[in-house]
């Protein structure tokens, strides 16, 4: 088990004893070629968790000391009132000893096993214990070290942090994190602490004791997630990368359900859907313990996504799930999609029922082609992001510019994110409208102003540049695609296309293009970098550690990654070279 990137992102020199050293931030590690996986186009990664992980101290800290604000005032008050009422003073002061005694206990096993005091209760409900509500530093496990570099960065570079436990099943990477801590100074020494064991019985050995744990495996994350959910304390923060894109996206709808228990849509928002099957799988991983989870930042980069959330315990809010869930209807012939919420509640009094979500979304055809509909999910239809989050993490970011190696990428990242609209699930994609109709596009700004002046909000997604998410309906949509089809005519086209059953319908909503004030967003009017190319060729995932290289990975790794070092063999047995090479008997 060996994560997605080992390193990358630094500077490198030749070691005198055989070895590469690789730095990166503040980290160095040293390096024996292919001998423990890694990765240089990582370094997103990892710089991305570093300032997540810097906020979460920071609001771990402002949390605490909320708690510890809210007990001195409910005491306060209980005196006052002791006070105020004489006859029934004794009773009173030794139910408040009582209160004072639990919540001195409650602490105190927080305390012990390290955990934030959150405002929630579920986060002092223990039994035993003394003390008086001390916050320790905060406790990492990185569950798939391999070289311990991420390790190591957490360690030296976040402050708040207490103890960074690196684990990995691999003897080879285990003695490289060791060497790697030794070569990183007395800070390292002190604070990470390697393990040799397989992630998911180590994170069940240690039940909520983890203040963060951090997920990145070489590919799909779904065996680590049912103990991971269980080795974070409440309140605390999973962070999880998967990067099997490819099913996650839709080219194996069957592996992504055995895996995920979601079915994937091949819609332009499958990387997008990507982020929420993946929320939606460790959301049902913390329901089987009475806990949900909280994002706080969901990002796709690169060839991966990673999702930074929050868990908590409470099996009433757990109630809520089904109205966080959704089924998604994607029609086969045009872009329109719909969804379908799995639950929904009815109020009555002070009561609340939870009832399934009215049924069904679509009629079997689609009301604007005609075409029948593919359905996948379940995915996380509730909002990805927690905007207030994103915007202290940008802040610390800009702040700190000098401290991330990949500042550009993870800063033009955070940008798109704060300018999302948070209550709008997956996009359409502006080209692949004007595909289906087989007509010239509107400029974004020209579309955005339509859809603004229709009276209904627009923004753009750090999934895709040519994405755009909004709150209006798809009829909507259609609408003002015909509108401008009127001004731009197309070609004929065969009836039975979808692009001609749409536009043979007249537009309900006549379109207004005129420019809209808020048709840019803040980062396009100031001319922002919002989206990055790649900084080399070849960007993407590596091999696994281990894995001989021959000609076939050309595409990820260059051809100068195969000088001297291909294994033709592996590539195609010789007999099996040989047989194909002999003319056929029967030319």
Not at 179 to 204: Q, T, W, Y
Not at 387 to 415: C, F, G, H, N
Not at 534 to 552: C, D, F, Q, V, Y
Request: charged share 25%; net charge neutral.
């Amino acid at each position: 088990m060996h994560e997605t990137g080992g390193g990358g992102g630094g500077t490198m020199s030749a070691d005198p004893q055989d070895y590469t050293i690789i730095k990166e931030g503040e980290a160095e590690i040293l390096m024996r070629k292919n001998e423990v996986f890694y990765n240089p186009s990582q370094v997103d990664n990892r710089d991305m968790s570093i300032a997540v992980l810097r906020t979460f101290i920071s609001k771990r800290k402002q949390e605490h000391e909320a708690y510890l604000l809210k007990r001195t005032k409910a005491a306060t008050k209980a005196s006052e009132k002791d006070s105020s009422e004489p006859a029934g003073e004794a009773a009173d002061e030794s139910l408040m000893n009582d209160e004072e005694a639990n919540g001195e206990c409650e602490v105190s096993e927080e305390v012990h096993q390290d955990e934030p005091c959150s405002i929630s209760k579920e986060s002092v409900k223990t039994p035993e214990g003394k003390g008086r509500g001390e916050l320790k530093p905060a406790r990492v496990l990185e569950a798939l070290a391999a070289s311990g570099l991420r390790s190591l960065r957490y360690a030296r570079e976040v402050e708040g942090i207490g103890q960074v436990v690196a684990v990995d099943n691999d003897k080879v990477s285990v003695e490289a994190c060791k060497r790697n801590i030794k070569f990183n100074g007395s800070v390292a020494c002190s604070k990470v602490e390697p393990h040799l064991a397989d992630a998911r019985v180590f994170m069940l050995t240690h039940p909520k004791e983890f203040d963060v744990v951090d997920l990145d495996p070489y590919g799909a994350p779904s065996v680590f997630l049912d103990s991971a959910v269980q080795s974070v304390v409440d309140g605390g923060m999973l962070m999880c990368t998967a990067t099997d894109m490819a099913v996650l996206c839709g080219s194996s709808g069957e592996v992504c359900y055995s895996k995920y228990g979601s079915y994937p849509s091949r819609g332009k928002y499958c990387h997008e859907m990507a982020l929420r099957i993946l929320l939606a799988c460790i959301e049902s991983h913390a329901n089987r313990y009475k806990r949900y989870i909280v994002p706080v930042l969901s990002v796709k980069m690169g060839f991966y996504v990673r999702v930074f959330v929050r868990i908590y315990t409470s099996a009433s809010a757990m109630k809520n799930t089904p109205l966080k869930l959704s089924y998604v209807y994607q029609c086969i012939g045009c872009d329109s999609f719909h969804l379908q919420p799995i639950g929904r509640t009815m109020s009555k009094n002070n009561s609340v029922r939870y009832l399934p979500g009215f049924g069904p979304a679509v009629h079997q055809e689609c009301s604007d082609c005609g075409k029948k509909f593919n359905m996948g999910g379940p995915i996380w239809s509730a909002p990805i992001h927690d905007q207030e989050w994103v915007t202290s993490i940008l802040a610390d970011v800009k702040s700190m510019q000098d401290r991330y190696p990949a500042y550009a990428r993870i800063s033009a990242a955070l940008t798109n994110v704060s300018e999302e609209l948070p209550d709008v699930p997956l996009f359409v994609s502006l080209h692949s409208l004007c595909a289906t109709l087989k007509c010239t596009s509107p400029s974004a700004v020209i579309f955005r102003s339509a859809v603004i002046n229709a009276g209904y909000r627009i923004s753009g997604t750090h999934v895709n540049p040519l994405g755009l998410k909004s709150d209006a309906p798809m009829d909507v949509i259609w609408d003002i695609m015909r509108c401008w089809v009127k001004n731009h005519p197309v070609k004929p086209q065969p009836p039975d296309q979808p692009g001609s059953v749409i536009l043979a319908k007249e537009p309900v909503l006549q379109a207004n293009f005129a420019r809209a004030v808020a048709s840019l967003s803040k980062a396009q009017a100031k001319k922002v970098t919002r989206f990055l190319p790649n900084p080399e060729r070849h960007w993407g995932p590596k091999l696994r550690a281990g894995r001989k290289i021959t000609s076939k990975h050309i595409s990820l790794l260059g051809p100068q990654a195969l000088n001297g070092t291909v294994d033709h063999e592996d590539e195609e047995p010789t007999a099996k070279r040989q047989k194909a090479q002999e003319p056929s008997t029967n030319s």
